[in-house]
């Protein structure tokens, strides 16, 4: 029998998965806190894995961890290199989550333009029903998106915008496919950044933020920023300088540097910007697809048909790695 431990709450439909296997004895701890993964732990071959760190002593304390298998497709807090080191496989749920990242990031593209909240506050008790003569909101018909990093969210993102009539441009110097039909590949980002009026950002982290004040400064005025990959690939502090100097419309994030980000953070106080808890690929439906091939790949590991497509290694890390963008907790 081999023992899995789930750490982390788990859609019932791929708990379901693990225990048909018949060949598992499953250990299922709903808390995400470290303590209560740590603490059964030593006894795991497999390991499924939602949001918590998982890093070089952590892999130190599983002499009989075969698999870590990822409950999305981020591992920013996995020490995939202390993996790699013992031959323990990381996996991912491949493009599950792609459409459901892919419409958050186009919803916060609207929300932003639109302004919608201002427009919701002044709906509510103490709000200013006259706002609607601001004319404050913006349309998206007509104006140009760049996607930085266009592997599988990217691209659904880039299918949605051309149903709104959006111009969309592209950077991804990995890339080893051909864009979508009538996306048009930018070689540089300061480029495509001159040329925007939206920007929406689907690629892994990166060691700095790939929108510093310098990439802020080069956007059209009143762009829009959108950021539902990666917590740091947008410096948040310059993101918060340029929405309170009015060179930018508005911004929308759905990650951060720091999660929860504090409370006296700039960028909070901005009532241009929009944000959501690091929830982009939190829906219901996504939920159970992403635990079942979670579930699916521990399975298939132990039956030696694992698809070597979902499983990362070291050499992967960076901006290509995978090129599937978006964390999904």
Not at 28 to 56: I, K, S
Not at 102 to 115: N, P
Request: proline share 5%.
């Amino acid at each position: 029998m081999h023992r899995v431990l789930v750490a982390g709450k788990l859609h019932d439909s791929g708990l379901a998965i693990l225990r048909a296997a018949g060949d598992i004895t499953l250990d299922y701890v709903e808390d995400l806190g470290a303590e209560a993964m740590l603490a059964r732990l030593p006894q795991a071959e497999a390991v499924l894995l939602r949001t918590q760190p998982f890093d070089a002593a952590t892999v130190a304390r599983a002499p009989a961890l075969k698999i870590v298998s990822r409950h999305g497709v981020g591992y920013d807090s996995v020490d995939v290199a202390a993996l790699t080191a013992r031959g323990i496989p990381l996996t991912i749920v491949g493009d599950v989550n792609a459409q459901t990242v892919a419409e958050h990031a186009m919803l916060l593209l609207m929300a932003a333009s639109r302004r919608l909240l201002a427009y919701d506050r002044a709906v509510r008790p103490g709000g200013d029903w006259n706002f609607r003569n601001s004319l404050a909101a913006r349309e998206i018909c007509g104006k140009t998106l760049l996607i930085i990093g266009l592997g599988r969210i990217g691209r659904q993102l880039a299918r949605m915008a051309a149903g709104f009539s959006i111009r969309v441009l592209a950077y991804d110097p990995y890339l080893a496919t051909e864009p979508p039909e009538g996306v048009v590949m930018v070689a540089d980002l300061a480029e495509g950044l001159r040329a925007a009026d939206l920007v929406s950002l689907h690629m892994p982290r990166t060691d700095s933020p790939v929108l510093g004040a310098a990439e802020i400064a080069m956007l059209r005025p009143q762009a829009v920023i959108v950021n539902a990959a990666r917590g740091g690939a947008v410096d948040e502090d310059a993101l918060a300088s340029a929405l309170s100097a009015g060179r930018l419309h508005g911004a929308a994030l759905d990650v951060f540097e720091r999660e929860p980000p504090q409370p006296g953070a700039a960028i909070l106080a901005r009532s241009e910007a929009v944000f959501t808890p690091h929830s982009a690929s939190m829906t219901l439906e996504c939920a159970e697809r992403m635990a079942v091939m979670a579930a699916r790949n521990i399975v298939d590991f132990f039956r030696g048909s694992l698809d070597p497509a979902l499983v990362v290694n070291a050499a992967e890390i960076g901006f290509a790695a995978k090129q599937v963008g978006g964390d999904a907790a």
